[in-house]
Every structure is written in structure tokens, then in C-alpha cells.
């Protein structure tokens, strides 16, 4: 009888792993040949989808093997297996290797088009029974029966087409973006900046051109590297940001003032004006979103944002201190600006000499592009080298929750994020004095 147990034993142990029919995931795990690829499934959150043992809906796994792993380029690997930027690029990479269904290796036929989970077909080619994929990878292993699928082994990673193209090669290969990649290609080194990254592109389709007139186009392509430039950098944003990973607020553009991001039941809006329609479009080197008006920055500087917001007296004061110029040009930086009424508050200020003026100027200004969202409780430092402190009291008004900022204690900010070139603008109801 203790022979007979043994000998069950034993046979049990002997059965192939898909004979005792795990899951897609529990089988690469068991298996010992699949360790890199369910490494990558767990970091990709795709581990649970593929682990299904009862009720499941059915997949075809083209699994890499490990040898298959060693051949791709270590830092692409290590980018999308370390850098959270690239998860939605390592996630479809995955996803262009499980099919919808069943399919054993008899029912492929030489050369199928079979559709991927990630959107994109794998060719294959069958001589002899041997069956190949996208021409390179060799299915090694066949029918290797899951719970919720089959498996085949492969040879080599398939390679999905967006991680053969940077952000320019995928915008140039897509109908609708002729007007941005001539655009694009007119602005003397952008192309090559584009390729570069990562990058998040907000791509204006034709039709969102088409918009803005035949005229205005010609105008801007005969000014590549003014206004042109300044319009297609104010679209690009540092870093990959799916659509999932937008939030409301506002967002640094590569040009440097800011997006600002809606979302609400309508959709995603930026700047109030353009929607964003197809998303996630990934290229090597990022994601581009498709979005329906074309985006205008801020035209104007510091200095001319505080004339046309009304800030006289602070400009008069900037002009006597000998600021307008760093103002204009310099940045970026955030102003706390004081109200013309808040300036008649201090009384007169004639007398000040310029040095004076310019010591309690710069202690209304602090270094970088600081949003509202972004203010925090404590001392902050300012171009004058001392410190200011921020002090933030959340309260509700009629059901609505109001935030109050002040500053030093006394001075209010009454208005916030007016957007400027090179920094943006808080107004505030008290002078500040350092």
C-alpha cells in the first residue's frame, strides 16, 4: 500500500504543469521559464487578469521565455520595468501578447492576422507546423492548456509599432496631424527636441488647425521661430501623463507657463477651450493626446501682464527700482502683487530711493512658477533673500469651501494664477515688508 501512495506520488509530481490546469499566470510562475515575464505582469497589474480559475474568460499568452527577455536592450527592459513614466508602455507591450480566446497551434494558419488585446495584429507564418510570429519569434512550446486559455511559448519579445517610433515618427504616421508635423518640422530644432523626452504632446488635429484659419497659419509658418514655437512648445509637457493620470488644475508646459486641466462628465478640457478626444496614443518616447482647438499661451510678459491687470502703482514702483527689465525677461518667477489699493494703504512712497523700493519689491517676488495648489504652510524665500510666511486657513460658506491665504499675517491673496510668460501673478490686498 505504501508503495502504491509512492508511486501516485510520484506520478503526480511527473505531470506537466498544464495537465493540472493553473491558471495563464500560476503556469508562467510554475514554470520556471517565464520568471522576467511575470515579473513584468505584477508590475504592470496585469497578474490578476491572466490568473482566473473558474468562470474565466479566455486568452491565448504568446509568452516571451527568459532567453527571450535577455535578448531585448537592457535599458529599454530597465525603463520599462523601473521608470513608473513608462508603466502604460510596459502594460501594452504585455497586452500585444495575450489574444482574445482559445487558440490552439492547429487552428493558426499561415499567415493569419491574429488581433492582440493591445489593438495591433501579429502576423503569423506556419511551414511545416512551425509556427512563427511577426517573422522572428519561433513558438518553442505549443498548447500548453490553462484554466482560462493556453499558452505558447516564444523565442523572442514582439515588439508593438509604438516602441519602434518616437513621438515625430507615430504623429507623422497618423492622418489627421499633417498641419503639426509641417508645423512642427518648420521650427528649426524641435523635431529633434521631440525626440528627446519623454513628453506628453496635447496634438492639435488638422481640423483643430483648420480653425484657426488659413491666414493665421501662413502667418505663423513665415515666423518658425517666434510665435510658432512658442504656440507647439506650450502643447508639449514634461514627462508621460495618460489620460487616466490627468487632473484637474494646471500643468508646466515645455514652453513654461502653465495648462490648465479640466474634468468633469463632459470630458477632459484644457484651458476651457479644447477638448481632448483620442488619448493615450503611446510612441517611444511618451504619449500623445488629440485635442480639438489649438492652445495659445500667454502672449505677454510679467511686466506687461501687471499693466494690463491694472497693477500701476506696482509698475511705477518696479520702474523707479530698476526691475521692469528683470520682469520682463528674467524668470520665471511668482509675484505677489499688491493692489493699486493696497499700495495707497503705505501712503507715500516718493521718497524711497530706488534702493530702497527695490529691497521691498523683491520681497514680494519668490523664485519658479508657483501655483495656488502649490502654496504651502511655512517660510518661503524670496529674491530679496529673506523669508516670507504663508500661512493657509480652509473654511465653508454657504456649503462651499473657501481657501484664505495670507502672507506675514496681514496681507491677503485676493486673486490667484494670473498666467504670464515667464511666471505668474498673485494679487494681494496689503504691501508687504521684509
Do not use: W
Not at 517610433?165 to 507615430?170: E, I, N, P, W
Not at 486641466?261 to 477632459?268: E, K, L, N
Amino acid at each position: 500500500m505504501k508503495k502504491i501512495g509512492i508511486a501516485i506520488l510520484s506520478l503526480a509530481l511527473a505531470i506537466p504543469v498544464a495537465a493540472r490546469l493553473l491558471s495563464i499566470f500560476a503556469i508562467a510562475q510554475e514554470d520556471g521559464r517565464f520568471t522576467t515575464l511575470v515579473a513584468a505582469l505584477k508590475i504592470a497589474g496585469l497578474d490578476s487578469n491572466l490568473n482566473c480559475s473558474i468562470n474565466c474568460r479566455s486568452f491565448t499568452a504568446v509568452a516571451p521565455t527568459d532567453n527571450a527577455f535577455a535578448l531585448l536592450d537592457k535599458a529599454l527592459v530597465t525603463k520599462l520595468t523601473t521608470n513608473k513614466e513608462y508603466l502604460e508602455h510596459l502594460k501594452q507591450l504585455l497586452l500585444y501578447h495575450v489574444i482574445p480566446g482559445r487558440i490552439l497551434s492547429g487552428a493558426i494558419n499561415n499567415g493569419a492576422s491574429i488581433h492582440t488585446l493591445q489593438g495591433e495584429a501579429i502576423k503569423a507564418t506556419k511551414v511545416n507546423g512551425k509556427i512563427t510570429l511577426n517573422g522572428s519569434a519561433n513558438v518553442v512550446v505549443a498548447n500548453i492548456v490553462a484554466t482560462n486559455g493556453v499558452v505558447h511559448a516564444i523565442d523572442k519579445v514582439l515588439i508593438p509599432s509604438f516602441l519602434k517610433k518616437d513621438l515625430v515618427a507615430v504623429a507623422a504616421s497618423t492622418t489627421n496631424f499633417k498641419t503639426l508635423v509641417a508645423a512642427v518640422s518648420a521650427v528649426p530644432g524641435l523635431v529633434n527636441v521631440l525626440k528627446t523626452g519623454p513628453f506628453t504632446i496635447f496634438a492639435p488635429s488638422d481640423a483643430a488647425f483648420a480653425k484657426l484659419g488659413t491666414a493665421t497659419i501662413n502667418s505663423l509658418l513665415a515666423d518658425p521661430s517666434g510665435r510658432l514655437a512658442e504656440i507647439l512648445k506650450y502643447h508639449v509637457v514634461p514627462g508621460i501623463v495618460t489620460k487616466q493620470e490627468l487632473k484637474g488644475g494646471y500643468i508646466p508646459t515645455v514652453f513654461g507657463p502653465s495648462i490648465k486641466v479640466d474634468i468633469s462628465s463632459s470630458g477632459s478640457f484644457l484651458n476651457g477651450v479644447s477638448k481632448i478626444g483620442a488619448a493615450n496614443i503611446l510612441a517611444s518616447n511618451g504619449v500623445i493626446h488629440v485635442i480639438d482647438t489649438v492652445l495659445i499661451p500667454p502672449p505677454k510678459n510679467l511686466a506687461n501682464t501687471l499693466i494690463d491687470k491694472g497693477f500701476s502703482s506696482l509698475v511705477a514702483a518696479a520702474k523707479k527700482a530698476g526691475l521692469v527689465s528683470t520682469l520682463s525677461t528674467g524668470g520665471p518667477f511668482t509675484i505677489f502683487a499688491p493692489t493699486n489699493a493696497a499700495f495707497a494703504k503705505l501712503g507715500d512712497i516718493s521718497s524711497l530711493s530706488p534702493a530702497a523700493l527695490k529691497n521691498i519689491l523683491l520681497y514680494h517676488v519668490i523664485p519658479g512658477r508657483v501655483l495656488a495648489k502649490d502654496l504651502k504652510v511655512g517660510a518661503v524665500k524670496t529674491v530679496q533673500g529673506t523669508t516670507i510666511h504663508v500661512n493657509i486657513a480652509v473654511s465653508t460658506v454657504n456649503g462651499t469651501r473657501v481657501t484664505t491665504v495670507t502672507l506675514d499675517g496681514g496681507s491677503k491673496v485676493i486673486n490667484t494664477d494670473t498666467i504670464a510668460m515667464n511666471g505668474v501673478i498673485h494679487a494681494i490686498n496689503k504691501v508687504l515688508m521684509p
